[in-house]
């Protein structure tokens, strides 16, 4: 049985920070934030009204958040959203938790994914 996935409230912001920088105040606000820091960069995603005007950003991602839990055992979870979105070309912004996945899409291509997850057999809910 496929996962449902249901959309998360809000404008997101994928941002790029400097490896060294602190982690800022603003990057931690809201109901769903995530900061990956790795020897290259600092990398935000967090609710697009919160990112100061000088910080490097793509705002308008909307999130879609698969219900899970999945087991660790299972494979393919997330590849199976992905690939109807590769063939809808819609571009995507993964995050992955503990317990489940998201999946970023620019909102201007929210309806295109919806449909195109649809059609994969996928149940899309509002919230």
Sequence with gaps: MLP?????PGEYA???????QPLPGWA???ELFSVTRTPDELSVVC?????PADVRHTPGWAALKLHGPFDFALTG???GVLNPLHAAGVGIFALST????YVLVQAAQLAQA????MAAGYT???D
């Design 4 to 8: 449902a996935l249901s959309l998360v």
């Design 14 to 20: 994928v941002c790029r920070l400097s490896p060294a």
């Design 28 to 30: 931690t606000v809201g």
């Design 47 to 51: 609710a697009a009204g919160q990112v």
């Design 77 to 79: 979870i997330l590849a």
């Design 98 to 101: 503990y317990d489940t996945d």
């Design 114 to 117: 919806a449909s195109a997850l």
């Design 124 to 126: 899309v809910l509002a």
